[in-house]
């Protein structure tokens, strides 16, 4: 009898099913900051949502991988998450290799999403860069029928990119307004790195604050209180009635 070789990732919450939605993070916490609000609109309405962090955040100045790891599974039962689960990938060396991308490209065929989040390219941290050339390569390797991964081949409908610290151009905005509650709570899940000293613009306990005055400024654009964005490298097929 052949054996079935294991699935390349930790399953934190819930179980590894067909996903509409799916945000990569490069550490924990990194979806919560960047499309949280996103996600959890999506969790209330229904939808198939997920969280996959390509590495456990070991290099972190705060916290250790067992804290975070547990803070994970506490923001995904918040959020109302389908799953959520962690790749292994080294903290601090994010990059388009060829194994890390055969372990994504088969962590995507294992869930199946149908929209897939990154962070942006533009984002000064070399993980978050690095995890958006990573997210290419196997976004296209999972769609390969001839590619040695295990599982069936998986074409993503739609890649869209979520901000991080830099500025991006945004083409598509969320109104988050009515789960602003939520969204902090599960940001505070992650009480190891928003509790104590501020380490660096992000790692910090005015988190909430510095965030909401992004989704503030995107809001307005939006006419909402509040919004987050994203941006999509092909462009959006929009029904002019619901405009």
């Known amino acids: 009898m052949t054996s079935v070789p ?31 609000g996103t996600l959890i609109r999506l969790a209330q309405a229904g939808r198939a949502v997920g969280i996959l962090e390509l590495s456990r955040g070991e290099r972190g100045t705060q916290g250790t991988p067992q ?11 918040i959020m109302g998450l389908s799953w959520r689960g962690q790749l292994g990938l080294g903290d601090g060396e994010l990059t388009d290799t060829p194994a890390a991308a055969h ?8 869930v199946r999403p149908r929209v897939l989040l990154v962070p942006h390219h533009k984002d000064r941290h070399p993980d978050h860069f690095g995890t958006y050339h990573l997210s290419r390569r196997a976004v296209q390797l999972a769609q390969l029928r001839k590619a040695d991964l295990q599982g069936e081949p998986w074409r993503v409908s739609r890649v869209l990119l979520y901000q991080g610290n830099a500025d991006i151009q945004a083409t598509l905005l969320v109104d988050v307004g009515d789960v602003q509650q939520e969204w902090e709570a599960a940001v505070q899940a992650h009480r190891s790195q928003f509790s104590g000293e501020a380490i660096s613009e992000t790692v910090t306990p005015e988190i909430i604050e510095r965030r909401r005055a992004r989704q503030i400024y995107w809001g307005t654009l939006a006419r909402v209180r509040y919004a987050e964005a994203f941006e999509a490298e092909d462009a959006l097929l929009v029904d002019p009635l619901a405009l």
């Open 103 to 110: 372990a994504l490209a088969a962590a995507l065929r294992a």
């Open 67 to 77: 804290v975070r790891v547990a803070e994970c599974a506490r923001a995904a039962q």
């Open 6 to 36: 294991p699935l390349p990732f930790q399953t934190v919450h819930g179980i590894p099913i067909p996903l509409d939605w799916l945000c990569l993070a490069p550490h924990p916490d990194d979806a919560e900051i960047g499309a949280g």
